[in-house]
């Protein structure tokens, strides 16, 4: 069992910057492939970044990339999205999950809310 808490979310001008944080609970936190998810109001849940359990390997949505970059601290049990040049449709709330291997993503935050204005 893993539980998964996000922070860090907040209210932006846009072209500003946000760090999200998931922090993990459990020791085998290092086991696993993590990701970044959004949903925006009225729009399905879409992949953002994801990270291998070493965090040697990063993928990400190509409307993130070059702006976005997720990275994780396997000693703190936490994985982070730092979002730069954010735009007002980067606004979303964003969870953090986890997965064994390439195995559907089985555990989930709770979410934190990220607005972007204009």
């Known amino acids: 069992q893993v539980q998964l808490v996000e922070s860090g979310g907040g209210l932006v001008q846009a072209g500003g910057s946000l760090r999200l944080s998931c922090a993990a609970s459990g020791r085998t936190f290092s086991s696993y492939n993590m990701g970044w998810f959004r949903q925006a109001p009225g729009k399905d849940r879409e992949f953002v970044a994801g990270?291998?359990?070493?965090?040697?390997?990063?993928n990400y949505a190509d409307s993130v990339k070059g702006r976005f970059t997720i990275s994780r601290d396997n000693a703190k049990n936490t994985v982070y999205l730092q979002m730069n040049s954010l735009k007002p449709e980067d606004t979303a709330v964003y969870y953090c999950a986890a997965r064994l291997g390439n195995f559907a993503y089985k555990y989930w935050g709770q979410g934190t809310q990220v607005t972007v204005s204009s």
């Open positions: 990270i291998s359990s070493s965090g040697s390997n990063t």
